[in-house]
């Protein structure tokens, strides 16, 4: 990060944090005190005659050749707050996740076949995609079934800048993080498959579904498309309507309702199907980015304007892995509620009741859940 990187982080001017920098003795705290808050660092790391380790650095997938990039503070933020989850998972869970599929180019040729395994051993089936009541739904069901074997999936909202998602990798306690800033759940359920893709890989890092420009993204993309919509089910799903060859952009937003998964995904995936010609991914880009913008991007809240109960809101940032693995510790007293609270920022004022919540649930209530994010 250069100097020009920094001030204008800091909204300072670049003479004036030069200065700032280099007095004598020693810069300021108070100046030291806005870098570190700016950069999620302890104070004292300025300090150290040694670069400590640090934190929130993972490669970015969405480069020709994936490396660590400058991230805003809210994104290094989840980051970190992912780490300590899986640190903390690591060193008192009981269970953790076993015999998940490996995804990789020498033991997967084919992606279509591998994406269908996946997701029969997810338990995700025909049936819960062609009847839940839309995207919405839908993505709760996906997002608990994949969590049911072993992965954590947490939300935190960070400029779409700097991705949509990514995954920590681990072979027993991964962790995926959906970014909530304006995705529709149609687009985070296309996130949430992509990043569980690097998991299957072993590859962290963070990403965005749509910059492909490495071959590893255009593999978890290839994946994400095959698990969402199989090529054996797309007729069903359809409910074999077979839509124009040439879509206009309601077509496509038909097709996205039925499918449960969003606008662009849909154009992508009926397209490599070959139920699109080529080329109608570019159209409706040009169509949408004509009438304003990517239609996935415009989710907004509703409802009755009272905030949600924090059980729920809970329950929609840190999901149900969380809430399985670290209640019946906090029952036990492996950890307590303060320690809870420093490693994965849940207050102890909500713990009890996200956890009965989140247990109370019935297979019946997920089909109308309806997680709304803080």
């Not at 903390?88 to 269970?95: C, M, N, P, Y």
């Not at 997810?122 to 994949?146: P, W």
């Not at 990798?169 to 800033?181: C, D, F, G, L, S």
């Not at 956890?355 to 994010?373: G, I, N, Q, V």
Request: one cysteine or more; aromatic letters at 8%.
């Amino acid at each position: 990060m250069s100097i020009r990187d920094l001030s204008k982080r800091l909204q300072m001017d670049v003479a004036e944090l030069r200065r700032e920098i280099e007095a004598k003795p020693e810069p300021r705290l108070g100046v030291i005190g806005k870098i570190a808050r700016e950069l999620s660092l302890p104070k004292f790391a300025f300090f150290m005659s040694r670069v400590p380790e640090l934190n929130g650095a993972l490669p970015d997938f969405r480069s020709d050749q994936p490396d660590e990039t400058q991230k805003s503070r809210p994104t290094v933020e989840a980051i970190q707050l992912a780490q300590t989850v899986q640190r903390t998972a690591i060193r008192l869970a009981s269970e953790s996740a076993t015999e998940l599929p490996r995804f990789t180019a020498s033991t997967v040729p084919d992606i279509e076949a591998f994406a269908l395994i996946a997701r029969n051993f997810f338990g995700i089936t025909i049936e819960d995609q062609r009847d839940a009541k839309d995207a919405k739904a839908f993505y709760t069901l996906c997002r608990k079934k994949i969590e049911d074997k072993g992965i954590y999936v947490l939300h935190a909202s960070f400029p779409a800048e700097d991705g949509s998602g990514f995954c920590l990798a681990h072979p027993e306690h991964p962790v995926i993080v959906i970014n909530t800033k304006n995705q529709t759940r149609a687009r985070r359920l296309f996130t949430l498959v992509h990043e569980l893709a690097h998991v299957l890989m072993g590859k962290s890092g963070i990403s965005d579904p749509f910059i492909r420009k490495n071959a590893i993204e255009r593999r978890c993309n290839r994946f994400a498309g095959a698990f969402l919509v199989p090529r054996t089910f797309i007729r069903s799903l359809l409910k074999d309507i077979t839509p124009a060859k040439h879509p206009d952009a309601e077509a496509v937003v038909w097709v996205s309702r039925r499918l449960k998964i969003s606008q662009e995904a849909s154009v992508l995936r009926l397209e490599q199907l070959g139920l699109f010609e080529e080329g109608s991914h570019s159209s409706w880009l040009a169509i949408v980015k004509s009438r304003g913008g990517n239609p996935d991007y415009s989710e907004r809240g509703g409802g009755s304007g009272q905030p949600p109960p924090q059980e729920k809101t809970k329950l929609a940032k840190y999901g149900f892995r969380f809430a399985r693995v670290f209640s019946p510790l906090l029952a036990k007293g492996e950890i307590d509620p303060i320690n809870l609270y420093r490693a994965t920022g849940l207050k102890p004022a909500y713990q009890k009741a996200y956890f009965h919540y989140a247990k109370s649930l019935t297979s019946d209530d997920l089909r109308d859940l309806d997680l709304d994010d803080e």
